[in-house]
């Protein structure tokens, strides 16, 4: 005697012999079982029942078989059904209460499991329908309708327009319509904190009495959790609200998840069936936010917990700890039960660019953990012991964690969800971005990442997530890494030379800024180094301009590369070399000297230009001389900015070749600045 979707998912057959009293008319049940549990369950200070009752295994199914039936009561005799609860957790808790039949001959599985069994039907919902509003004046109704239930609650109520919301109590309702519903939300909370109460005793079974439990119980226990919390779960979300249906799925889905995922691993459970059916109605419920959220906290734990076995005391952690909303629970599971459970617990999720695009986000982002767990293995200082590279090396390999992931992180960065998109763009930086001491990325992970940088870089969404993850990529190495530079530079050219990016940013702008600056750095020598090799066709795509941002300075940028420029036109080369990115990455620094607010920002980008200046100024007529006339600088970088200068100095006969009047604005500006040093007595 079980709830039928138990049945209908084929987890447990029904036993004809059982749920005898079903064929009786309700209010027989329930004077039947009224009785019988008041005489089990008598009032405080009342003797309870004579021991030898249960003499007999026959004599206590009887008596089950009438509790069961407490569990499937109407929603106003729920007083019974919570005194049923009562009984069978004295049972199962105090194993001295226990039926002496079940003691005597050894027949305490058989019992835990119809305990099991019958607890499912109080998870079958109960109220289908709330009372709706009294019909208008002279609308046809009838004083009588009855509410359909589950269980053939009947109340009186009124046919009109269809019930607001079960809160909403707006003028004109009779105090006989607002008292019915206001009992019917009492009973149905009622029923919900019952549930809870029964989910808290499979828990506490699993915790207290699984060391006891067969193989045989365990599954069945995982059977009756599983199918009540499918039967629930996979209902829409939000019904109430819609059409007046009580979702218990909303009510009660944080428990189900807990309970559930705590006594599948708390079971060691390893029959393969078994985790397929869990996967399989796992795909029903991913429409649900919580459900993505405990398999991230689950999915997270028992990697850490994989990490220590296989990695040493160092790395991971030393219990399973699943922490979901405030709550936590620790388990303390073999290792021979961990590394399967592992690995079904990450490809329990299906693609998450099949889910909603809230959902597809939370997956993304809870695989972006797993990844950084791993991507953690050899950071921790023992006090003691050496660091070595050797160490960091027994980190899995890039190639493992998209062998992993990377099915889903290149699926995600084509999928429409824009926060997923970008989740997934930040976790593949970071995995390219980390060294790699045994083998190279695969050729065809290095192409599909290029590939989608390639249009990443160009949205709003991503460009953010990519920069802020990027800030050593060109410093790893990667075969045709530098292919991208133009691609970083149309990005980069997004956020650098304007006041404020033109599109919604969820990281601190001068964050934001600081690492399009620090990417900036690794490539801007890189035109120099490929000179006359040709960009790809269509590279400055999506290149946006400055805009009002560089008023004054961008016609002497553009004389400073004009003999460059003309160069390459009377060569009558059509194709465009990389040296003509100088142009925009010097196009970028000085322009961002203008619209830069911060002050490490700015002594980043004085120590870049100097850098780019001392580099470039034998093939840059004018560059120095633009270079001083843009730095128009607050006082608290003025020391740095005069560093730059002195620098600057080393350069005279670049200065003198290019422009008489260089010499001269140099000078100024080592006074100007020495005069605010002094007056800010910073000299």
Excluded at 44 to 58: D, I, K
Excluded at 203 to 220: E, I
Excluded at 296 to 324: K, W
């Amino acid at each position: 005697m079980f709830l039928d979707w138990i049945a209908q998912l084929k987890l447990l057959q029904h036993d004809p012999q059982t749920n005898i009293l079903a064929i009786l008319p309700l209010a027989t049940r329930k004077t039947l079982i009224s009785e019988i549990t008041t005489y089990l369950h008598p009032p405080h200070g009342q003797p309870g029942p004579e021991p030898t009752l249960f003499s007999s295994p026959a004599h206590v199914k009887w008596f089950m078989e009438v509790l069961g039936q407490g569990f499937v009561l109407p929603l106003e005799d729920m007083h019974i059904t919570t005194d049923d609860i009562s009984i069978y957790s004295q049972w199962l808790f105090e194993p001295s209460h226990r039926p002496v039949a079940v003691r005597r001959e050894n027949l305490d599985q058989e019992f835990f499991q119809i305990i099991f069994h019958q607890f499912s039907l109080l998870f079958q919902p109960r109220l289908s329908r709330l009372p709706p509003l009294p019909g208008r004046p002279g609308s046809v109704h009838s004083n009588n309708t009855t509410i359909a239930t589950m269980n053939s609650l009947t109340l009186p109520t009124t046919l009109g327009i269809p019930p607001p919301a079960i809160s909403a109590a707006g003028p004109g309702i009779p105090p006989s319509a607002q008292q019915s519903r206001e009992a019917i939300m009492a009973l149905v909370i009622r029923h919900v904190e019952l549930c809870k109460k029964v989910l808290t005793v499979f828990t506490m079974a699993g915790r207290t009495l699984g060391s006891t439990f067969t193989r045989d119980t365990w599954v069945v226990l995982l059977k009756v959790v599983l199918g009540i919390t499918d039967h629930l779960l996979r209902e829409p979300m939000g019904d109430q609200g819609r059409n007046g249906l009580l979702n218990m799925g909303d009510e009660l889905c944080e428990h189900f998840l807990r309970v559930l995922f705590e006594l599948w691993l708390r079971s060691n459970i390893m029959d393969v069936e078994m985790w397929e059916t869990l996967k399989k109605c796992f795909a029903r419920w991913v429409h649900r936010p919580q459900v993505i959220q405990q398999w991230n906290a689950t999915a997270l734990a028992l990697t850490h917990r994989s990490i220590r076995f296989l990695y040493g005391p160092q790395e991971g952690i030393d219990m399973v700890n699943i922490s979901v909303n405030g709550f936590n629970i620790g388990l303390d599971l073999p290792h021979e039960f961990v590394y399967p459970s592992w690995h079904r617990m990450i490809y329990l999720i299906p693609n998450p660019s099949k889910m909603s695009p809230g959902n597809s986000t939370l997956a993304i982002m809870g695989i972006g953990r797993i990844i950084d767990a791993f991507h953690y293995i050899g950071q921790t200082q023992q006090p003691g012991v050496a660091a070595s590279s050797p160490k960091l090396a027994t980190a899995p390999d890039g190639n493992t964690l998209l062998h992993m992931f990377g099915g889903w992180l290149f699926e995600a960065c084509s999928s429409s969800s824009q926060d997923g998109r970008s989740e997934a763009f930040g976790i593949l930086c970071r995995i390219f971005c980390k060294p790699q001491y045994r083998k190279p990325f695969l050729r065809t992970y290095i192409e599909r990442f290029y590939a989608a940088l390639a249009i990443g870089l160009r949205s709003d969404a991503c460009l953010p997530t990519i920069l802020m993850n990027s800030t050593h990529l060109f410093a790893t190495d990667l075969d045709g890494v530098r292919m991208l530079v133009p691609d970083f530079v149309v990005g980069i050219k997004m956020v650098l030379p304007k006041l404020s990016p033109d599109f919604k940013c969820r990281v601190p702008i001068e964050d934001l800024r600081l690492a399009a600056i620090k990417v900036a750095s690794t490539i801007m020598c890189l035109p120099n180094h490929f000179e006359k090799v040709s960009l790809k066709h269509g590279w400055d795509r999506g290149m946006q301009g400055v805009g009002d941002a560089v008023a004054g300075g961008e016609e002497q940028l553009i004389k400073v590369l004009y003999a460059e420029e003309k160069t390459n036109d009377e060569a009558g080369n059509s194709k465009t070399p990389f040296t003509a990115l100088k142009y925009y990455i010097l196009e970028l620094l000085l322009t961002s000297l203008r619209t830069e607010n911060s002050s490490y920002n700015l002594r980043y980008l004085l120590h870049l230009l100097n850098v780019y200046v001392i580099e470039d100024v034998p093939f840059c007529p004018g560059l120095v001389g633009t270079v001083i006339l843009t730095m128009q600088l607050p006082t608290d970088v003025v020391l740095t900015a005069f560093d730059v200068l002195m620098d600057f100095v080393g350069l005279y006969d670049y200065v003198k070749r290019d422009s008489k009047n260089a010499a001269r604005e140099l000078v100024l500006s080592l006074c100007r600045y020495v005069d605010t040093l002094l007056s800010s007595g910073s000299l």
